[in-house]
């Protein structure tokens, strides 16, 4: 049995939960308060003290991309073509350094400049403007519809739906659908990839409450 230890939150576990959906194996879902992380973290459970983790039959593996990587070879997602898989990990390189330039956000205390700081990074010609016109032209020429253009769903296509929409479930104060919705063809991307019957499936009984409701068909329409 697999199992992927996180907060309850998307975060960094989000596109490996999907994988595992996708790769049809037993699998569990566990998330985790602040304190039940300090206490694995204590205890020395947690291999470099972070979360998400996934214990594997064979042990515990740590870091979101290595997780990502083993759980979407489990889910067939990762292509063995030599140079498409190099291509899906070029992507998956750059997006890393998308979400990075969100971080620093994090530490502004006064919550009017976390807002403005936000807001600004997705002003015209700004860091996250260019990370999602980047992303839209990726998915509009992407010749059989797939991110990296692969044959097949690949890990950078999960992980694209799944780190660029929770952006936008309110969970981070100054980011809200309005600003994703300028991009079309990156909500014509969610439509389609939101419509997959495993993720439909996954996501069916997401509340209102819960910050996964961004992954549901019509989220941003
Ligand atoms: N490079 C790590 C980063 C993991 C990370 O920063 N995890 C955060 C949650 S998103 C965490 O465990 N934070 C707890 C803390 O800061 O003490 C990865 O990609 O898995």
Known sequence: MHEIIYF??????ESSRLCLEFSGISWKNTTVTWDEYMLLKENGDLPWNLLPIIKTPQGIIAESSAILRYTGTLAGMEPEDLFQRAKVDEILDVMKGWWGCFTPTFSIEDLDDKIAARKKLFELGEPMDIAMTALSSM?????EGWIANTPSMSIVDIKAFTETFMLFSGQFDGLDSNTITKYPDLIKFHTRFSNIPEVKNYYSDVKEDQDQWVFKPNAFN
Do not use: H, V
């Not at 309850?8 to 576990?13: K, Q």
């Open 139 to 143: 998915c509009r020429e992407s010749g």
């Open 8 to 13: 309850s939150s998307p975060g960094l576990a």
